[in-house]
């Protein structure tokens, strides 16, 4: 079975700070796909990355970077110089292929940003 | 990225009447499109899976009597909650992907009130 978790359920941090949102993911398949999405205030979920089972490499889009390590099955999420507006959920979700092929969502994070 | 577009946004009826929440995939066709369910606070809880041309494959516990879901183009799904009573008060959410390499793009969401 597949399992997502994300252990910090609320983070607060101050404008400017650095926060890293932790993903932990379970499959004993060896094809999948991680993803990232954003669901601000306004409810629609927002993607924001999706990585395979094959391709280790990190990745770096402006503020935001993923670290992708499937020695310890993580995928987390960096946000560097944090702003007002990174006020949200941030859901980790996985997907396998050979699977059920749904899916599979962690709870969440809600990261609160303060000015 | 794709866009999913969801109508109406937000819906106000009283109880026992039926509701009809539109998804569509604007700029892609999609092959499945997912039906989800959020409560205040908690993460995503999936509905069914509709693939076009056909019955839409249900999760345990949906009743799809009463949530009637029909895909009958590759780029519009409808939900349609019957007899609606204050217990299907929710936020509705679709989404859509091309296949299942694809990512699954989100719909804005439809806030339902059954007064």
């Known amino acids: 079975a597949q399992k997502v978790t994300q252990a910090q359920t609320e983070i607060s941090v101050v404008e400017k700070e650095d926060v890293t949102l932790d993903c932990v993911y379970e499959t004993r398949d060896t094809t999948y796909y991680l993803f990232w999405y954003k669901q601000p205030p306004s409810g629609e979920l927002v993607f924001l990355i999706r990585?395979?089972?094959?391709?280790?490499q990190n990745e770096i889009s402006g503020r935001y970077s993923w670290n992708f390590q499937k020695s310890t099955s993580s995928f987390n999420f960096t946000i560097t110089a944090s702003q007002v507006v990174d006020s949200a959920v941030y859901f980790c979700?996985?997907?396998?292929?050979?699977?059920?092929?749904?899916?599979?969502f962690g709870k969440g994070t809600k990261l609160t940003v303060n000015p | 990225g794709a866009v999913v577009s969801q109508h109406p946004s937000w819906v106000i009826c009283k109880s026992g009447t039926s509701v009809k929440i539109e998804c569509r995939s604007l700029?892609?066709?999609?092959?499945?499109m997912f039906w989800y369910r959020q409560f205040p606070k908690q993460s995503l809880m999936l509905m069914a899976t509709?693939?076009?041309?056909?019955?839409?494959?249900?999760e345990q516990g949906v009743e799809k009597d009463k949530f009637l879901i029909n895909h009958a183009s590759l780029t519009l799904s409808t939900l349609t909650v019957t007899s609606a009573h204050p217990e299907d008060s929710s936020f509705y959410i679709c989404?859509?992907?091309?296949?299942?390499?694809?990512?699954?793009?989100f719909g804005p969401g439809t806030r339902l009130t059954v007064l």
């Open positions: 989404s859509a992907r091309l296949g299942v390499r694809d990512t699954q793009y």
């Open positions: 979700a996985l997907i396998t292929q050979g699977g059920s092929e749904k899916l599979v």
């Open positions: 509709s693939n076009e041309g056909s019955k839409a494959t249900y």
């Open positions: 990585r395979n089972s094959f391709d280790e």
């Open positions: 700029d892609f066709q999609a092959t499945t």
